[in-house]
């Protein structure tokens, strides 16, 4: 089964400042990865995904992500804070088992953004 | 406006009750999950429907009863409900046609709001 790691479970930055979420996936067949997010007291939407059509993914709100296969990783980056970006990242793989594909998600990961 | 919605938005119930959290999609998607997310912020899926079929089943108590009477809408029944029930559940939708491979698995969830149930 496809799973996802992700790498600390909170994240402060100072505004202005790169931003780096750390995901690492398990998988046995060349995955489909997200990155979503999560702002208080609201559902996830998607930021972005990669299906193997390019290794560098560009999202919404200046956000993207790199898959290396070599590090089994899909680390999600931001050139530079904003404090709109404060918000639980999710990483997640497709799964498929006999009913069909399930999307998993990791831990999350907190961004906190400091002025 | 195209979206999931879901009702009620927030649940305040005693233990041992019974209740009822409704979801539907005018994405024209063709299934629609259940999310729990727990109090650490794990989300973990519960139930799938495809075309109002059942799908996916994860390991979830018989005391949860989901029901889709047609494709747009997937509601979740809990019956005699106990203090770890609290939760923020989640319902979500995606384009994809189970069983079929290909993209399916790239498919993305647009989710609703969230209902937060707190057991008493």
């Known amino acids: 089964a496809q799973s996802v790691t992700q790498l600390g479970s909170h994240v402060s930055v100072s505004e202005g400042a790169l931003v780096l979420l750390r995901c690492n996936y398990s998988?046995?067949?060349?995955?489909?990865l997200f990155w979503y997010v999560q702002y208080p007291n609201q559902g996830l939407q998607l930021l972005l995904k990669?299906?193997?059509?390019?290794?560098l993914v560009k999202g919404i709100n200046g956000f993207e992500a790199e898959f290396k296969k070599s590090e089994t990783s899909f680390h999600l980056t931001k050139p530079s804070a904003h404090m709109s970006d404060a918000a639980e990242y999710f990483c997640?793989?497709?799964?498929?088992?006999?009913?069909?594909?399930?999307?998993?998600f990791g831990a999350g990961t907190r961004l906190f953004v400091k002025a | 406006d195209t979206a999931v919605s879901q009702t009620p938005k927030y649940l305040v119930t005693q233990m041992g009750n019974d209740k009822s959290i409704k979801c539907e999609q005018n994405?024209?998607?063709?299934?629609m999950y259940w999310y729990k997310q727990d109090s650490k912020k794990f989300l973990k899926i519960m139930f799938s429907?495809?075309?109002?079929?059942?799908?996916i089943n994860e390991t979830v108590p018989n005391r949860f009863s989901p029901k889709s009477p047609d494709k747009a809408h997937l509601n979740l029944h809990i019956n005699s409900l106990e203090l770890g029930d609290s939760a923020v559940y989640f319902c979500?939708?995606?384009?994809?046609?189970?069983?079929?491979?290909?993209?399916?698995?790239?498919?993305?969830?647009?989710f609703g709001a969230g209902s937060r149930l707190t057991v008493l």
């Open positions: 998988s046995s067949v060349p995955p489909y």
């Open positions: 994405l024209g998607h063709d299934t």
């Open positions: 990669y299906t193997s059509a390019a290794t």
């Open positions: 997640a793989v497709s799964d498929f088992n006999t009913g069909g594909f399930k999307t998993i």
């Open positions: 429907y495809n075309n109002k079929e059942l799908i």
């Open positions: 979500a939708s995606s384009p994809d046609r189970a069983g079929l491979a290909g993209l399916s698995g790239a498919n993305v969830l647009t």
